[in-house]
């Protein structure tokens, strides 16, 4: 899977989470601009692991904060 | 400057010019004062006067049931403890001035981690000086860098606090999710050390891990595994070795964490185990080595408590009968409980929210029964919690009471609706 399907998958992902339908631009931030809590981030982030078999540690978490850091992240752990 | 009106969204400037490092806290002070200006008692602030017995205390000027504390075993007004602790106060005086490894061990040190080993039939105890820096040290120092540390998301404060405080990759899944966790372990580099954190009881609901399926699931990726009994010891399990028993699993788990400072009845924190090279710890663990030695007095009670502990059938009987028949009643009630059967000695009912959460806390107060409010976030979910925990002290005619207590302050509050006239405290 290259950068952009990774995006397009996550997309799809975030959806149920993003309640008020924030737009997504890769400088838009989870705690910030999406109002995640950290139940939401916990959801959220066994989704994306589940759906690409990979693990991203609570260390790993804690230097993603915007949704472009994310798509980077998965992008990178999925090889 | 703002005249004293507090305003959180704003980065709050402090003559001088220099940022004021408790704006931060300015959320939680507004939750806090939005609470007390409703007119309620302060559900964080209770003084106890007098405490006449494991489950009564003059609470507030009060006259009150204790179904908050976690004297599961009604330990603290035992006379042989006591009598344990007058006379190491006598003979060993008030403190021991020093770290374990230093000047802090006394002989009742030594003592009070063999009857740990006993009562659990261990080759290794180590005592700390409360079950947080149990916590805190074994996890930080056995899971470092490369590590991986896998745990449940509901886990308790002082094993998260290990966690930050080490340099493992931390993983956490789903709470008591056996599939989530297996997912994980899979995923794992297969040559990493792992370690699996979990819970016997967990505390704020009230509800008992899955261990044998977890356990297993663990030894299966070659994982080690901690257990915090916290909440059990004394209570679950044939001899009260906690749920690791009750599941039949305390031979495959690595580590035992618990404390004195639930069912032991006084402070302290231990670790046993039966690993070979389990003695190095008291060298490399930190907050066993740069921390005071419990006080003599404390030890001797924690030890002659255990050694009690080890033959308190009858009184582990009792108290499932007090957690089964709190539980039906208030079901009966109406009440919205943390699990559908009763599964420790807490006892969690759900509230609807923080406001009617804090109104039935004070009700039941008024009452004459003492419980714990939880709120987020402390509780999963987001979740406001009256959170009971039983006592074997705890007389059937207590009980009776309590419940009485529960529905007249239901009713009072509207949190119970009009039509539960059946239930067994009417
Ligand atoms: C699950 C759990 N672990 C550890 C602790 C810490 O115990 P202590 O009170 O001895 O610090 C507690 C209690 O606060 C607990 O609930």
Partial sequence: MDRAEVDSKIRTLIEPFNKKGVELKDETTFAGDLEFDSLTVMDFVAEIEDEFDIIITMNQQADIENYGQLVDAVNKLQD | MTEGISQPDQPETLEGGSKDLFSKFDDIIQMREGLLASGIEDPFNLVMEKVLSPTRAICNGRDTILLGTYNYMGMTFDPDVIDAGKQALAD????????????????????????????????????????????????STIAGKGDYIILDIDSHASIWDGCAMGNAEVVPFKHNDVEAMEKRLRRLPEDAGKLVILEGVYSMLGDVA???????????????????????????????????????????????????????????????????????????????????????????????????????????????????????????????????????????????????????????????????????????????LLRCSLCAEHSDEEVGTILGMFERAGKATGILGQTSDQSEGS
């Fill in chain 2, 92 to 139: 060993f005086g008030t403190g021991t001035t020093g770290s374990r490894v230093l000047n802090g061990t006394y002989q009742g040190h030594r003592e009070c981690e063999e009857a740990l080993k006993e009562f659990y039939a261990m080759d290794h105890a180590m005592v700390f000086s409360t079950g947080y820096l149990a916590n805190l040290g074994i996890i």
């Fill in chain 2, 210 to 384: 899955p261990l044998k399926e977890m356990v297993a699931v663990a030894k299966k990726y070659g994982a080690m595994v901690l257990v915090d009994e916290a909440h059990s010891m004394g209570f679950i399990g044939e001899n009260g070795r906690g749920v690791v028993e009750d599941a039949g699993v305390i031979d495959d788990v690595d580590f035992i964490i618990g404390t004195f400072s639930k069912s032991v009845g006084t402070v302290g924190g231990f670790c046993v185990s039966n690993h070979p090279k389990f003695e190095i710890l008291r060298l490399v663990c930190r907050p066993y080595v740069f921390t005071a030695s419990l006080p003599p007095s404390v030890v001797a009670t924690a030890e002659t408590s255990i050694r009690k502990l080890m033959h308190g059938h009858n009184k582990r009987a009792h108290l499932w009968e007090n957690s089964k028949r709190l539980h039906k009643g208030l079901t009966q009630m109406g009440f919205e409980l943390g699990t559908k059967e009763p599964q420790s000695a807490i006892v969690a009912v759900i509230m609807p929210d923080l406001e009617k959460g804090a109104m039935m806390w004070e009700a039941l107060l008024k009452e004459g029964l003492y419980v714990n409010l939880a709120r987020p976030p402390a509780t999963p979910a987001n979740m406001t």
